[in-house]
């Protein structure tokens, strides 16, 4: 079989979608999603692959900043819209397109290559490893409290229309970007995203619905969530789902957590994307009725090492060679010596002896500070040959707070 790859034209979007949806399962989006997923698609980063007339596969590639210890963002492609056709299974058009991919990436001079995986295992043959992860909740709000800090008292809360309330929201987010490792920078139109509501993705629950957080006239902290109703013999046994929620200062964020958690007629609060080190943690009495559960997010791939290594900073001094394996991007495979600290870094090739054995998976994983060195090294992952190296790099790869992914793409 041969197949055709070509960069995706105006004309064939529709049907690029469709075969987008046909191999998640064949359930198209609703005329907003279609119409938010046209205007956000770029083309000219989206490519096709063709048997003939038929499309058999898709992939694309938002632009996009990823932030990364240090405060910085670091530009990346956000890897997205990936499918091959249930008829052309394993031969091998999505090696084809992840190679077109990455060696695109390469010239646009984006170190970066990051995306979320419907399935972990997929991606780390083509040198991704799983960077953030996230937190998901079943809170038992009947019997869990939030223990809110001083200030939340003083927080004002009050309903706001979705739409009408938007940019307020937005503004919030913005100044919570790069507040964590793993966040991303967004073009314009990407503000629209967490304004769709499908019906056929609410399950049985409202509507979407927004509170506002402020004090003295000012937005300090949004949520948005879902109310689903339900009654069993013993009485009312709603539940509330999360859909977003952010704040400006603790006082805000527990009065936001205290609402939701104390609305009528409900007795849960589920969220399915939070930090693995949120502050929510700290502020439920009763974490056993919490039901959490971690799972991967946000897979990252060095497409340029040297660039990718120099472009965060580094938590402690760190002065390691590391012996690099890249079989899909070889030109990032042998010797990288890293030099840096918590004001910058420096990442060049070398010929000196190697103090890590590795392979560009690892750093990938690493990356942005969330997984350690050392607990790949017990995976057998990491191969220390300069003893004190090992724990040198781990602790300098290090973030103070857990990376995060907030929202797909």
Excluded at 269 to 283: A, E, G, K
């Amino acid at each position: 079989m041969t197949t055709e790859l070509r960069v995706l034209q105006r004309s064939e979007w529709d049907v690029w979608c469709g075969k987008l949806e046909l191999a998640f399962g064949g359930v198209g989006k609703t005329r907003q999603e279609r119409q938010l997923w046209d205007a956000l698609t770029e083309l000219d980063r989206s490519i096709g692959a063709w048997d003939g007339e038929e499309c058999v596969g898709t992939a694309g590639a938002f632009t996009f900043a990823v932030s990364v210890p240090g405060g910085a963002f670091v530009p990346a492609a956000g890897v997205t819209m990936v499918s091959v056709a249930a008829t052309h299974r394993r031969r091998g058009v999505l090696a084809s397109m992840m190679r077109r991919q990455l060696d695109d990436v390469r010239g646009w001079d984006e170190p970066l290559a990051v995306l979320t995986a419907s399935e972990p295992e997929i991606y780390g043959r083509f040198g991704y490893g799983i960077a953030t992860h996230q937190l998901s909740l079943e809170i038992d709000s009947s019997r869990v409290r939030i223990a809110a800090p001083p200030g939340a008292d003083d927080v004002r809360l009050r309903f706001a229309p979705v739409a009408e309330s938007a940019e307020a929201c937005e503004a919030v987010y913005l100044r919570t970007v790069g507040s964590r490792p793993g966040m991303l920078a967004r073009r314009p139109g990407w503000e629209r995203l967490p304004l769709l509501d499908p019906p056929g993705e609410r399950e049985g629950a409202s509507p979407m619905q927004c509170v506002l957080a402020e004090r003295d006239g000012e937005v300090v902290g949004y949520v948005r969530f879902h109310n689903k109703p339900h009654w069993d013999l013993s009485g009312p046994a709603g539940s509330i789902v999360v859909r977003h929620l952010d704040a400006l200062d603790p006082a805000a964020y527990a009065a936001l957590w205290r609402f939701v958690c104390e609305i009528d007629l409900t007795s849960t609060v589920r969220s399915r994307n939070r930090p693995v080190d949120d502050p929510l943690l700290h502020l439920v009495t009763d974490i056993r009725r919490c039901g959490t559960v971690v799972r991967d997010a946000l897979h990252v791939r060095l497409v340029e090492l040297g660039a990718a290594l120099e472009a965060r900073t580094y938590r402690t001094p760190v002065d390691v060679v590391f012996d690099v394996r890249d079989d899909f991007c070889p030109w990032n495979e042998g010797r990288w010596r890293l030099s840096g600290d918590s004001k910058g870094a420096s990442c060049k090739r070398t010929d000196g002896n190697a103090d890590l054995a590795l392979s560009v998976r690892e750093l990938g994983a690493a990356y942005l500070g969330g997984v350690s060195l050392t607990s790949l090294a017990g995976a057998g992952r990491v191969r220390e040959l300069r003893e004190g190296a090992l724990a040198e790099a781990s602790m300098a790869f290090g973030s103070d707070v857990a990376p995060w992914l907030p929202h797909g793409f």
